[in-house]
């Protein structure tokens, strides 16, 4: 027994893509429960991150975001992923009127010399929590989404990233002059996530 008091997890990039993918598709799911994207009850309660998470049961929802996350681990692991954005359009005009933007920093040290880095996953969870508590919260500050609504996820990646076919280029789906709010941020020691929802500020109607 030693005496340190705070036991540090070793995390490789791998694991650390792993921690961050994972977080993606959970948050995800929050974001279309909690902002009414689909139907209360096509999703099931799991416990995660110590916390009561959704999960969709929607088969069609379920393998995009099987399909997205497994993706993006590729590009994590290769250092090439910048940032992924979720973006909720109103199903009639294709009006973007929500961007998750979650920016991810990459220690570059770490994919170029295959370094690993010690943090304890306790403490990567607690920082997890906060952000998916504030998902759940955002309900209180975002305005409704009174009409139905659809989603896409946009990756930021590097410029000599080979695209999958089931990818396609898109524009950055921006909103103008949107009104912001950032969301805690967590570290893995080996990528750093930022979160940040934009939306449309109706006052100017």
């Not at 909720?88 to 009127?97: D, F, H, W």
């Not at 979650?102 to 170029?112: G, H, L, R, W, Y």
């Not at 403490?123 to 504030?134: K, N, V």
Request: glycine share 4%; hydrophobic share 40%.
């Amino acid at each position: 027994m030693g005496s340190r008091t705070a036991s540090k997890d070793i995390i490789t990039l791998r694991g650390s893509a792993a921690i961050v993918c994972e977080f993606f598709g959970y948050a995800a799911n929050s974001i279309l429960y909690n902002r009414g994207i689909y139907p209360e009850e096509s999703f099931v309660k799991v416990k995660k991150y110590g916390l009561p998470m959704l999960l969709t049961q929607d088969e069609g929802v379920k393998s995009f975001l099987a399909g997205l996350t497994s993706q993006l681990t590729e590009w994590m692991e290769a250092g090439k992923l910048q940032r992924v954005v979720l973006v909720i359009m109103s199903r009639t005009t294709m009006e973007v009127l929500e961007r998750w933007n979650f920016s991810i920093q990459t220690d570059a040290e770490v994919v170029e010399k295959g370094l690993i880095k010690e943090k304890s996953d306790k403490e990567i969870m607690r920082e997890i929590q906060a952000i998916m508590r504030q998902i759940a919260s955002s309900i209180t500050y975002l305005p409704c989404l009174d009409e139905p609504c659809v989603f896409d996820v946009l990756a930021y990646t590097d410029m000599d990233v080979a695209i999958p076919f089931s990818w396609i280029e898109s524009d950055a789906k921006l909103i103008e002059n949107p009104q912001m709010v950032k969301l805690h941020s967590f570290d893995t020691k080996i990528h750093k996530v930022d979160t940040l929802v934009s939306y449309k500020n109706d006052e100017q109607d």
